[in-house]
């Protein structure tokens, strides 16, 4: 089953960053807010980018590093990964 490291920018500017088995269900409940507590605070305005993986394990260590980052190195990431597709 392949999971899924995703983006999502929120009001405010920050950006959300998660993992999952199906990124469209995913943020429809962050949308509707009943996802995180974080996108609850702070409403999803655009699903910045999904990367797949192989297992959860992988995209949890993805997750982890990303999470580490800043908005702006975020940002960043999205455009070095998505290179016009996004």
């Given amino acids: 089953m392949a999971w899924y490291l995703y983006l ?13 088995t199906d990124v469209a ?5 962050h949308v ?3 996802g995180a507590r974080y996108t609850r605070a702070h409403p999803p305005m655009r699903l910045l980018m999904s990367m ?3 297992d959860r ?3 949890q260590k993805a997750e982890c590093r990303v999470k580490r980052l800043s908005a702006s190195e975020k ?12």
């Fill in 8 to 20: 999502i920018e929120c009001e405010g500017g920050s950006i959300y960053t998660g993992v999952t």
């Fill in 25 to 29: 269900a995913r943020y429809a409940k």
């Fill in 32 to 34: 509707s807010g009943k």
């Fill in 52 to 54: 797949e993986f192989t």
């Fill in 57 to 59: 394990s992988s995209a």
């Fill in 75 to 86: 940002r960043a990431f999205c455009r070095h990964y998505c290179a016009g597709t996004c």
